[in-house]
């Protein structure tokens, strides 16, 4: 009896001091529960996740419950929890963390835990094959000591999606929750796989500056939420929010702050740059990306030779001469060209045959050595921020402009020259009015250069443009789109054509060419566009800007419609 | 003497037989089934919508039913995802697929290189679907 009394005593005395309130309004448990900073709710709908039956929106009621059951030795809680405990470990110091890993059998068991070297944040690069891929992917890696990094565990998080659905329940269902979303753990070959060599996207891995404590955390975390899911909103709630909200548990600075209406997956790298919590990034170039890198770099002799067999189906292995490095890249070549094709193709079939002679020669030929060629890239960070506003001039008015995600083809980035742009909005400031003058829904070109081995149809390049704007103080809604090619003529220096198909909501349909000149000299890009529509003059735009950053822009615009407009003025990009 | 060594024989081909599981299977048990096969994207089941796959075979053992924790179940769903790479690599001797597939399987990348060379040299191996092959690949890295 006496010893009872002593020991509540002493755990009222050791905890006493810690302000249990203000703990549980603590960044780190609110970031455990998921805790919503605009509903005041966690994300987390599985009732199961919380111990106490208001846990959902009380953080502190779910704290007292995380206590009594360390106090009531509840294992079947406690194992449930080591990443709260683990926290909670650093707060209150009866709480020994030690004793619980050693009770909870299938946690210490558990493989994910163990051997962890280090956890890297990975940027997915955007991909126009699937809408929900267009703004690119994260998701986390925990890299294992001594072990091949295929074999690296990845925590993914997105939605569950049914057997069967339709496009207009996809686009419904995906931006207003109607999916389940959940965390998922696989090996990065599946991702590798997937991503590089059928999706063809860049990877860039950001190793994280973590101590033991915070790398146990996260990686308890996800035990915490193995079972537990949400709701998947693709706008605001998707994986990048996701991978934010992992961080935030461990991170000084708020990972998740400003999601109200939109988070990008490359939010969280920018974040990661600002708080300094990187230590490594290295660039996993798509399976396109090296096949065509690895071509370059043949000798002329041999890139003739490749060229001929694989341009000519009834050319004989013997012209590749038992040369492994010909051998090598054209089973590559077959690989990546092979990724997307429909199996029952003819073309599929044939290729398919002439592999299999290539396999039977090549094995017979001594091992290949390890490549030591890295192809190099700019972080994913060097890219201007994805929204941005700006304030530009002309003789007669001011215009302002905002677009909650642009990649431009003169702001910086990757994209050589591509732009992909969701709603661009202007408005026009004249004298005493504000008025709405254009909105670009959608504008997405998509240069693709020609590469040797490809046909001419297989690098066509494309654009698209739907748009609302005034055309002589009457709005015009159109579609205009194009196909066509474009070719690199300098090492910055791109020229594109393209044929174009104009409709509008009044009925007008014109069918007209266009030519353009793409320059890009890092911080100052340049973008010439020319065309002439039917019984029209030939017009033209100019867009020059001169990045200072990947926040702020000056630019110029030129434009030739019925007269020659000229606009300077400022961009910020956030 | 003779009863004997029967049995332990019977025993050994038992055994074997017993290992020599079929990897359409296994890949079935984990979730993941033959369409693997048959669907370039289905290995792209994870981007920012999961496809449904039913039991999602987890690499931390967590979900997955016990026939997906050993590591012969390992090795058949590293085959099944990922044939088309191991089969190049393994042809061109080097690559790291060959040398995850090498240390998952407990073998050299020279042996596994040897006894696919037979498989690649067989009169049939045109005619094979991609099943049958990764079939054949898994059986060599699984005995």
Redesign the interface.
């Known amino acids: 009896m006496r010893l009872i009394i002593f020991s509540i005593f002493l755990i009222s005395s050791l905890y006493s001091n810690v302000n249990l309130k203000s703990l549980s309004n603590n960044k780190s448990w609110l970031s455990l529960l998921h805790y919503n900073p605009y509903s005041k709710t966690s994300d987390i709908i599985s009732k199961n996740f919380f111990i106490d039956k208001n846990g959902n929106i009380d953080p502190y009621q779910e704290l007292n419950a995380t206590i009594k059951a360390y106090n009531n030795r509840n294992y079947k809680i406690i194992c449930n929890y080591p990443a709260r405990y683990l926290w909670l470990s650093k707060k209150i110091k009866y709480i020994n963390f030690k004793k619980i890993i050693n009770s909870c059998k299938h946690l210490k068991n558990w493989r994910l835990a163990k051997d962890i070297d280090s956890i890297s944040i990975i940027f997915v690069s955007g991909f126009l094959g699937n809408p929900a891929s267009t703004f690119g992917h994260s998701f986390i890696k925990i890299n294992k000591k001594n072990q091949n990094s295929l074999l690296d565990n990845t925590i993914s998080f997105g939605a569950k999606l049914p057997k069967k659905y339709t496009m207009v329940s996809y686009i419904v269902n995906g931006l207003f929750g109607g999916y389940r979303g959940r965390y998922t753990d696989e090996y990065y070959y599946m991702n590798d796989i997937a991503y590089s060599n059928q999706d063809f996207r860049d990877m860039w891995e950001y190793k994280l500056k973590l101590n033991n404590f915070q790398k146990r955390l996260l990686v308890y975390h996800f035990w915490e939420l193995r079972k537990s899911q949400f709701r998947y909103y693709f706008l605001n709630r998707n994986c990048g929010y996701r991978v934010s909200e992992f961080i935030n548990i461990i991170s000084k600075d708020n990972f998740i702050s400003k999601s109200l209406i939109w988070y990008a997956p490359i939010d969280t790298f920018y974040r990661l740059d600002n708080a300094n919590l990187t230590y490594k990034v290295i660039y996993h170039p798509s399976l396109e990306k090296i096949v065509k890198n690895r071509y370059y770099r043949l000798s002329k002799k041999n890139q003739k030779i490749i060229k001929k067999f694989i341009k000519d189906k009834n050319s004989s292995i013997e012209i590749l001469s038992n040369n492994t490095k010909l051998y090598d890249y054209i089973l590559d070549y077959y690989n990546y060209l092979m990724e997307n094709m429909d199996k029952n193709d003819k073309d599929y079939k044939e290729l398919s045959k002439r592999k299999n002679k290539l396999l039977l020669q090549r094995i017979k030929l001594p091992k290949s050595k390890e490549s030591n060629i890295i192809l190099k890239e700019k972080d994913i960070t060097y890219s201007s921020y994805p929204s941005y506003l700006s304030l530009s001039f002309n003789k007669n008015s001011v215009y302002l402009n905002y677009s909650p995600y642009s990649n431009e083809d003169i702001s910086l980035n990757l994209l050589n020259g591509d732009i992909f742009k969701v709603l661009d909005i202007e408005l026009k400031i004249s004298k005493r009015s504000l008025k709405l003058y254009r909105i670009d829904y959608v504008n997405i070109r998509k240069l693709t250069d020609s590469f040797d081995l490809k046909k001419f149809y297989e690098t066509y390049s494309w654009r698209l443009l739907v748009s609302t704007s005034k055309d002589n103080n009457r709005f015009n809604t159109y579609l205009d789109a194009g196909i066509g090619y474009s070719w690199k003529i300098f090492n910055n220096t791109k020229l594109f054509s393209f044929v174009n198909l104009y409709v509008d909501t009044n009925k007008k349909i014109k069918l007209y060419p266009s030519l353009g000149l793409y320059f890009d000299f890092d911080k100052l890009k340049t973008s010439i566009n020319i065309y002439k529509k039917s019984h029209e003059k030939i017009k033209y735009n100019v867009n020059m800007q001169y990045n200072f950053n990947n926040k702020e822009a000056l630019y110029l615009k030129i434009t030739k419609d019925n007269k020659i407009k000229t606009y300077i003025g400022l961009k910020w990009y956030f | 003497m003779k009863k004997i060594i029967l049995a332990s024989a019977a025993c050994l081909l038992l055994a074997s037989q017993a290992q020599a599981r079929d990897l359409g299977n296994i890949l079935k048990e984990c979730g993941i089934g033959a369409a693997i096969f ?1 669907d ?2 289905t ?10 796959l039913g039991t ?8 997955s039913p016990e026939e997906c924790k050993g590591s012969s179940a390992k090795v058949a ?2 085959i099944g ?2 044939y ?2 191991l ?2 690599e ?5 690559g ?2 060959l ?2 597939l090498a ?2 399987s407990n073998k050299s ?2 042996e596994i ?1 040897n006894k ?2 037979k498989v ?2 067989s009169k049939d ?2 005619k094979l679907s991609k099943e049958e092959k990764a079939q054949k690949l898994y059986d060599i890295a699984s005995k």
């Open positions: 048959n370039n994207r290995a792209a089941a994870i981007s920012n919508l999961i496809w449904d999602t075979a987890t690499s931390s053992d967590m979900s769903i590293l995802s990922s088309n790479k089969e190049t393994i042809a061109q001797g080097n790291k697929y040398k995850t240390t998952l990348t020279t290189r696919f060379a690649i040299a191996f045109d």
